[in-house]
Structures are given as structure tokens and as C-alpha cells.
């Protein structure tokens, strides 16, 4: 009969910026005990690009976490209780940025030959997640086929049901009043 034990995520606030840093001293030191034969009660680290200042332990306890985060000089503290799984897996999953992008939106290309020109989108190749832009900046139409991880959307395209309608302000004559 095996025994199962039930892990659960814990969130330590960290320095802003030393994530990272935490990540990999907390690492070594678990590596590190685990060269000397001791089973490190820490099964995974998590940094989030998008939750910055927190890093996150899987671990049965608080007390694996506390006992390997103990003595660093850019942690600032345990957060009390922990993190449900469901709280971070919308951090872990990548949304395609090819679902939000339209014909005629403006980008910037933010990487390669012809990063920091602006483009308007041509046509969008979802299975292949390109697109293919005309270059704004250039003094001829150029059709240049990018990857949709190298741009970065400007301003969106008016769409065809946002057309503003005649006016209704009442009409006025062009003739001279009496």
C-alpha cells in the first residue's frame, strides 16, 4: 500500500525584482541536501512573470518551505496559508495572442530586422501564428510576414459595427435668414 502524501503551493514575498535569485539559492540549497542523502520536502519552485515579488513552493507543509527559504537575504516572509491551484493555472497557461489580433490593427514589431516600425495587419495565419503586415514607416507598400510573438498591438481597428450613424442634428438652411 502506497501512502500519498497531498502537496499544496505556498507564496513567499520576495524583493522586488530577486525572484529569480530565491528560486535558484533555494534550489542549491535543496540539490545540495539532497547530495548528503536527505529528501528535500520541496518538489517544485514557481516564478511567474506576472506575479512579481512572490515565489511558489510545492511542498506537504509550511514547514518544508519555511525551513528551506530560512536565512536568504531577499525573502521578506511566508504569505499565511496557501495558494489553490486554480488561483495560478491562468498564469501558467499562454493564451495565444493570434485570437486578439484583426486585420487592420496597428502594431509595432518589437523584435528582429524591423523592430520599432509600425505596421498595419494584412492577413493573420493562425496555424502557422504569423501575420502579414504593411510596413507604415517605409515610403512603398511592404509586405513583411512576422511572428505574432514579435509585435505588439498599437491600436485596434474600428469595426464595421461601431460605424457611427448620419448625424440627427437638426438640418439647417443654407439661405440667409430674414
Known amino acids: 500500500m502506497s501512502q500519498q502524501i497531498a502537496t499544496r503551493i505556498f507564496a513567499v514575498k520576495t524583493t522586488g525584482g530577486q525572484e529569480k535569485t530565491v528560486a535558484k539559492f533555494v534550489g542549491d540549497r535543496l540539490e545540495k541536501r ?6 528535500p520536502q520541496v518538489w517544485s519552485i514557481l516564478v511567474l512573470e506576472a506575479q512579481k515579488s512572490y515565489v511558489f513552493f510545492e511542498a506537504p507543509n509550511a514547514q518544508a518551505v519555511s525551513d528551506s527559504i530560512s536565512g536568504f537575504k531577499h525573502v521578506k516572509g ?10 495560478i493555472e491562468k498564469f ?3 493564451k495565444s495572442m493570434i485570437t486578439d489580433i ?3 490593427d496597428i502594431i509595432e514589431i518589437i523584435a528582429g530586422p524591423f523592430k520599432g516600425m509600425r505596421a498595419k495587419i494584412n492577413r ?34 474600428v469595426s464595421s459595427n461601431s460605424v457611427s450613424s448620419p448625424s440627427t442634428a437638426p438640418a439647417t438652411s443654407g ?3 430674414p
Open 102 to 104: 484583426n486585420v487592420n
Open 175 to 177: 439661405g440667409l435668414q
Open 78 to 87: 511566508m504569505v499565511p496559508g496557501y495558494i489553490q491551484f486554480s488561483d
Open 92 to 94: 501558467l497557461v499562454e
Open 124 to 157: 493573420v495565419e493562425p496555424q502557422r501564428n504569423e501575420v502579414t503586415v504593411i510596413l507604415l514607416d517605409a515610403p512603398y507598400q511592404l509586405p513583411v510576414t512576422v511572428e505574432v510573438g514579435s509585435i505588439k498591438i498599437v491600436s485596434r481597428a
Open 34 to 39: 539532497k547530495q548528503e542523502g536527505k529528501i
